[in-house]
């Protein structure tokens, strides 16, 4: 039931007389604009990995990786229809590449992630250099850089594309532009800017970009170094052990528009209530439990892909060692000086 009061006929005739000169009342809509709290169309949603995966399979059948040049199902949020979007601000969707085929060279204005849900021997190529994608692994493929992939595996390839576009739209800034050839050139060898950039160092006179100059983050190394933290880091209550990927030349979010965490909950841990302004979109990469987002319960299992929308209390529970990878919009906020968090 509204609460509004009644509009006087003397105020909805002043009301219809400035409208035709596209002027509005900001007194009859302050509540909205500025409301006591963070609002939200964004749902929680969780999509079963083992549910969707036969009709990502099934779309192999339908058409081939040239013709859509990006075969991807989109993981649309149930309060967004339409609008391809995961979240007010982040896009999701599950790429599939079967062996032999190759995703064209192309480059957009959007910044792009690329997380391994499975396979192995699949690569992305960024800016002349090849990256082999294996079960986990995170890549990035920034804003405005050429990329393409292509799979010399023996099986299909599948991971979580996640990327701005909902916020590129906000500021109708979208451009695209395709490449010449189906693939790139090898300008640099594999691993060369990991070489570079991956030892918290940076060449003398580096012109520090504002996404990270390391595009590949290898499962077997981020996993290793949460499990080094295990038995030497004072577990939050709220995040258990959490780590960020970084720019290493900035010490920022490894890209401005989209921030990438990693999160390990031991067996038996159950998470304090807590709520941010970030919208988030998590992986489990390991384990299983549940969150609790709201008034939703989620039951957990690895590639499993659940969203927790903007200021939604909350708890992750642990029933094995649970292992998340977690992107987000954190980044963007903080350097707007917008973030917010509440530890309950």
């Known amino acids: 039931m509204s609460n509004a009061k009644p509009v006087s006929a003397e105020r909805q005739a002043f009301y219809d007389e400035i409208r035709p000169?596209?002027?509005?009342?900001?007194?009859?809509?302050l509540h909205a604009l500025v409301p006591k709290q963070p609002a939200t169309r964004v749902q929680p949603v969780r999509w079963r990995y083992?549910?969707?995966?036969?009709?990502?399979?099934?779309?192999?059948?339908?058409?081939?990786?040239?013709?859509?040049?990006?075969r991807v199902l989109i993981l649309e949020n149930p309060g967004?229809?339409?609008?391809?979007?995961?979240t007010g601000t982040?896009?999701?969707?599950l790429q599939l590449i079967l062996p032999g085929e190759?995703?064209?060279?192309?480059?957009?204005?959007?910044?792009?992630?690329?997380?391994?849900?499975?396979?192995?021997?699949?690569?992305t190529a960024v800016d002349g250099e090849r990256a082999v994608m294996r079960e986990f692994d995170l890549i990035l493929t920034p804003s405005w850089q050429w990329h393409d992939h292509g799979n010399d595996g023996a099986?299909?390839?599948?991971?979580?594309?996640?990327?701005d576009?909902?916020?590129?739209?906000f500021f109708d800034a979208g451009f695209a532009q395709q490449g010449n050839d189906e693939y790139q050139l090898d300008r640099r060898p594999p691993g060369f800017s990991r070489a570079q950039f991956g030892r918290n160092m940076l060449p003398v006179g580096f012109d520090a970009p504002k996404t990270s100059p390391v595009f590949h983050y290898p499962y077997a190394e981020y996993r290793q170094a949460l499990e080094d933290m295990k038995g030497s880091t004072e577990w939050d209550p709220h995040q258990g052990l959490k780590l960020e990927f970084i720019n290493p030349a900035t010490g920022g979010p490894m890209m401005p528009t989209i921030s990438g965490f990693v999160q390990l909950l031991p067996k038996g841990f159950s998470t304090k209530t807590y709520r941010a302004t970030d919208a988030m979109v998590c992986t489990v990469v390991e384990g299983t439990g549940n969150a609790i987002i709201g008034d939703e319960v989620f039951d957990l299992k690895p590639r499993d892909v659940f969203v927790i929308p903007p200021w939604h209390r909350q708890c992750l529970e642990a029933r094995d060692d649970l292992v998340l990878f977690v992107f987000s919009d954190k980044g963007m906020q903080d350097s707007l000086g917008i973030w917010r968090e509440e530890r309950i």
Not at 50 to 70: C, F, H, N
Not at 103 to 122: I, K, N, W, Y
């Open 21 to 29: 000169l596209n002027m509005t009342p900001l007194w009859e809509m």
């Open 102 to 123: 190759v995703a064209p060279c192309h480059r957009h204005t959007q910044s792009a992630l690329r997380f391994v849900m499975e396979g192995d021997g699949a690569y």
């Open 165 to 169: 576009i909902p916020t590129v739209r």
């Open 90 to 93: 982040l896009y999701a969707g």
């Open 80 to 86: 967004c229809p339409g609008e391809s979007a995961a």
């Open 50 to 70: 083992d549910d969707v995966r036969p009709y990502l399979m099934q779309s192999g059948d339908l058409i081939t990786a040239k013709e859509a040049e990006r």
């Open 155 to 163: 099986g299909p390839m599948v991971w979580l594309d996640g990327l």
